[in-house]
C-alpha cells in the first residue's frame, strides 16, 4: 500500500487568524477572547478581524491543555502562560549561553 | 481487555467523595503534569492520572465504571453480560479496547446537536514525538510513522486501529520544537473537519556542534603558533567542509564567524556557525622544542597578568 506524503508545518513564523486559533487550539472562542483580554495573547493589531504571530497557536495550545488538565480561570491561565513564556525565553537562552561556552 | 484500578491510580477509597477525588488528582497533576514536572516518567503518570480522574469525576462514568466489578490491576477481564448495553452500546468489541477508549466513548456517544441529532464532529488531534538525528533536523526528512489511534464507526462504537503516516519535516527544526500535520488527527464525524497531528520534536545532540536557536557553535582547538601566527585550516560543517582563516594574534574563547553556515529554515533565512577557539598544547615536548619554547621566553616580555599587578599595587 503506498501512503501519501504529508507536510509537517512549523507552528513559529508566519501569522495564523483568529478563526483559526479557534478552530486549531480546542479553546472556545469565548475563552480566547478572555485570554486576549487578559494580555495572554497578543493579536498583532488591536483591531478586528485579529490576526497572531503563529507562535499564538503553541500558546493557546498549551493554555488549553492546562485549563483542562488544571481547572484553571482564564485569569489564572493567563497569569501561568506568561511564566511558560518566561521559561521559554530563559531556556532559549540558556541553551544559546551553553552553546556559546567552549568546552 | 485489561483491568485498571483508577482509585489506586488516584491513591482513594472506593467510596471518596468528589471532592475527594479532585483533591487527589489535583495533587498529582501539580506533582507530574509534564508542563511543571521535573519527575521521571511524568508524562506517562499523568496520563494514568488524568485518565483515572476524567472517568471517576464524572458520576455517570463512574457509576459505569463501578459496575465494571473489581479485579487486579493488569488482570484481563470481560465486563459483565449487560454491562455494553447499558453503558456502551451493544455492538462493542471489547477485545481491541483499552479502558480509557471506552470511557472516552462513553461521552462521544452523546455528543449530538441541539434537536438530538449528531451535529458535525471535528476529529480529535493526535501528538506525536518524534527523534531526528542531527542531520535528519538539518537537512529534513522524510519519516514514518506508526500510530495505535482509536476510530468510531458511524455507530458511534471506539475501535482501536493501527494508522500509518509518512511525513516531511522541513529542513532546520529544532529539538523542543512542535510542528503539525493538518488533517492527520483523528477523522471528523457528521461533516466536522479531521483532527490534527503534532509532533513533538526531539533532536539527538550531535558530538560537533551545538545548536543555539538556527546557529551553530563548533569548538576549534589551535596549536599555540596557529594562534599567534595564524593558519587556514579546513573545518567542517554540517553542509561540508570549508576553509577558514584564523587570523594572526588570535586568543582563546574567540567566535570565527561562518556567515550562513548554520540551520536554514524556510521562511526564515538561515543561521550562522561560530567556531569558538581553544589554545591546545602538544602533550609531550621533545627537548627540541623545549628549546624554542625557552627561546620564546627570553625574547618576550609580554606578561599576561599586568592586571593582576595592578590590583595588587592598589591594595597595598
Known amino acids: 500500500m503506498k501512503?501519501?506524503?504529508?507536510?509537517?508545518?512549523?507552528?513559529?513564523?508566519?501569522?495564523?487568524?483568529?478563526?483559526?486559533?479557534?478552530?486549531y487550539s480546542g479553546l472556545s472562542e469565548?475563552?480566547?477572547?478572555?485570554?486576549?483580554?487578559y494580555g495572554a495573547l497578543s493579536p498583532r493589531e488591536p483591531v478586528e478581524p485579529w490576526s497572531f504571530d503563529a507562535s499564538a497557536l503553541r500558546a493557546a495550545r498549551i493554555a488549553e491543555r492546562l485549563r483542562r488538565d488544571f481547572e484553571l480561570d482564564a485569569n489564572a491561565l493567563s497569569l501561568v502562560l506568561s511564566y511558560v513564556e518566561r521559561i521559554e525565553e530563559l531556556e532559549a537562552e540558556m541553551r544559546a549561553l551553553r552553546a556559546g561556552v567552549a568546552r | 481487555m485489561k483491568y485498571k484500578d483508577y482509585y489506586a491510580t488516584l491513591g482513594?477509597?472506593?467510596?471518596?467523595?468528589?471532592?475527594e477525588i479532585k483533591k487527589a488528582y489535583r495533587k498529582?497533576?501539580?506533582?507530574?503534569?509534564p508542563d511543571v514536572s521535573k519527575e521521571p516518567n511524568a508524562e506517562e503518570r499523568f496520563k494514568e492520572v488524568a485518565e483515572a480522574y476524567e472517568t471517576l469525576k464524572n458520576p455517570e462514568k463512574r457509576a459505569a465504571y463501578d459496575q465494571l466489578g473489581r479485579y487486579a490491576p493488569g488482570q484481563e477481564f470481560r465486563?459483565?453480560?449487560?454491562?455494553?448495553?447499558?453503558?456502551?452500546?451493544?455492538?462493542?468489541?471489547?477485545?481491541d479496547l483499552d479502558l480509557a477508549d471506552l470511557f472516552e466513548g462513553l461521552t462521544g456517544r452523546r455528543r449530538a446537536g441541539p434537536r438530538g441529532e449528531p451535529g458535525p464532529q471535528p476529529g480529535r488531534d493526535y501528538e506525536a514525538a518524534v527523534r531526528l538525528s542531527?542531520?535528519?533536523?538539518?537537512?529534513?526528512?522524510?519519516?514514518?510513522?506508526?500510530?495505535?489511534?482509536?476510530?468510531?464507526?458511524?455507530?458511534?462504537?471506539p475501535h482501536r486501529a493501527p494508522k500509518r503516516v509518512k511525513v516531511r519535516i522541513p529542513?532546520?527544526?529544532?529539538?523542543?520544537?512542535?510542528?503539525?500535520?493538518?488533517?492527520?488527527g483523528a477523522t471528523g464525524a457528521n461533516g466536522g473537519r479531521d483532527g490534527d497531528l503534532y509532533l513533538d520534536i526531539q533532536v539527538e545532540p550531535h558530538p560537533l556542534y551545538r545548536v543555539a536557536g538556527q546557529d551553530l557553535y563548533l569548538d576549534l582547538p589551535l596549536a599555540p603558533w596557529e594562534a599567534a601566527l595564524g593558519a587556514t585550516l579546513t573545518l567542517p560543517t554540517p553542509a561540508g567542509t570549508v576553509s577558514l582563516k584564523v587570523p594572526p594574534g588570535t586568543r582563546a574563547g574567540q567566535q570565527l564567524r561562518l556567515a550562513g553556515r548554520g540551520?536554514?529554515?524556510?521562511?526564515?533565512?538561515?543561521?550562522?556557525?561560530?567556531?569558538?577557539?581553544?589554545?591546545?598544547?602538544?602533550?609531550?615536548?621533545?627537548?627540541?622544542?623545549?628549546?624554542?619554547?625557552?627561546?620564546?621566553?627570553?625574547?618576550?616580555?609580554?606578561?599576561?597578568?599586568a592586571h593582576f599587578e595592578a590590583e595588587a599595587r592598589n591594595s597595598q
Request: glycine residues 10%; proline residues 5%; negative net charge.
Open chain 1, 3 to 23: 501512503i501519501e506524503i504529508s507536510e509537517a508545518i512549523t507552528i513559529e513564523g508566519g501569522e495564523i487568524s483568529f478563526a483559526q486559533l479557534v478552530e
Open chain 1, 30 to 37: 469565548h475563552e480566547l477572547r478572555e485570554l486576549i483580554d
Open chain 2, 12 to 19: 482513594v477509597d472506593r467510596g471518596a467523595s468528589e471532592e
Open chain 2, 28 to 33: 498529582l497533576a501539580r506533582k507530574y503534569h
Open chain 2, 79 to 95: 465486563p459483565p453480560p449487560d454491562w455494553g448495553d447499558r453503558f456502551a452500546g451493544a455492538e462493542t468489541i471489547f477485545e
Open chain 2, 134 to 157: 542531527f542531520e535528519q533536523a538539518f537537512d529534513g526528512a522524510e519519516i514514518e510513522l506508526d500510530l495505535s489511534v482509536v476510530e468510531y464507526d458511524e455507530q458511534g462504537v
Open chain 2, 171 to 184: 529542513k532546520g527544526v529544532t529539538d523542543g520544537q512542535q510542528l503539525r500535520v493538518p488533517g492527520k
Open chain 2, 263 to 305: 540551520l536554514a529554515r524556510p521562511g526564515a533565512g538561515v543561521g550562522d556557525l561560530y567556531a569558538i577557539t581553544h589554545i591546545v598544547m602538544p602533550g609531550v615536548l621533545d627537548e627540541r622544542q623545549r628549546t624554542l619554547f625557552r627561546e620564546l621566553k627570553e625574547a618576550s616580555n609580554f606578561n599576561p597578568r
